[in-house]
């Protein structure tokens, strides 16, 4: 089905252009499926552009918000609404008049914004996806987690618990103060965004959801939730590994996250 032209996106407010938000290798001719990978806090599109190379047929296309990878001197935004909003212009505009199916794939608090993002474009009419691959991420409201307090730490407190929750960043960053003071202006807004975000009931997604987790994330325990959110088909997954799991099942992952976007579903 050919999508209507312009992004259908009211209220799109804070929305840059498409071309900053959205990046990832040239086109394929033979693409069935753009698939809009939406990154975990503090994460930059460049690991999830390079899924391209596995899956075929598919257009992978990589969100990317001020204050990281090739916008990393932008401010960044502090509000999921301020993401949700910017993202639904982007894509919108992206997918107006084109006619291959489209797929939302998020990891962690990516898969969040994805969430909100898909059902913020179901309610505006604009066509969004058919599939969400959600990843690593409780099903609302659980997704947030408590305390709320982790995007008000000092620069050194916040990059001990980075580093005890999720790994720590790359020494050529901890190498460099800008580097690293840039890159905690980030994460640090990601966390904020994840911290204030407060789930409103609605209708459940009429796209199929796929759920993925690692067998040694606490996450993966509780992402059979998913199912509530979606009037779709959905699916749950696990792999053997922790809050990345895909990067040591990189395979596995991509084999998975394939059949969900391309197949007849979950």
């Given at each position: ?13 804070r929305a ?37 190379e596995d ?8 969100v990317q ?202």
């Amino acid at each position: 089905m050919t999508r209507p032209a312009g992004p259908g996106a009211a209220g799109a407010g804070r929305a840059a252009p498409g071309g900053a938000w959205l990046v990832g290798r040239p086109p394929r001719a033979e693409a069935e499926v753009s698939l809009y990978c939406f990154p975990h806090a503090g994460g930059t599109p460049g690991e999830f552009v390079r899924w391209s190379e596995d899956l075929p047929g598919v257009r992978v296309r990589a969100v990317q918000p001020p204050g990281r990878a090739s916008r990393l001197f932008e401010p960044p935004l502090h509000r999921m609404a301020d993401l949700v909003e910017a993202i639904v212009a982007a894509i919108g505009t992206e997918t107006a008049g084109r006619e291959e199916r489209v797929a939302f794939a998020g990891h962690s608090l990516g898969a969040l914004v994805a969430f909100e993002v898909a059902r913020t474009m179901e309610a505006r009419g604009v066509p969004g996806p058919d599939r969400l691959v959600v990843s690593a991420c409780p099903a609302p409201p659980e997704a947030v987690p408590p305390g709320g307090v982790l995007h008000l730490l000092p620069d050194l407190e916040l990059l001990r618990e980075i580093g005890r929750r999720w790994g720590p960043l790359p020494e050529e960053i901890r190498a460099d103060p800008d580097l690293l003071a840039y890159t905690l202006r980030g994460f640090r807004a990601d966390l904020e965004a994840l911290e204030t975000y407060r789930y409103v009931p609605g209708p459940p997604a009429r796209c199929g959801i796929v759920a993925i987790g690692g067998t040694g994330d606490p996450a993966a325990a509780r992402m059979d939730r998913w199912s509530a959110h979606t009037a779709g088909p959905f699916a749950l997954h696990t792999l053997p590994g922790g809050h990345f799991y895909f990067r040591d099942r990189r395979h596995e992952t991509l084999r998975l996250l394939h059949a969900a976007i391309t197949g007849p579903g979950p």
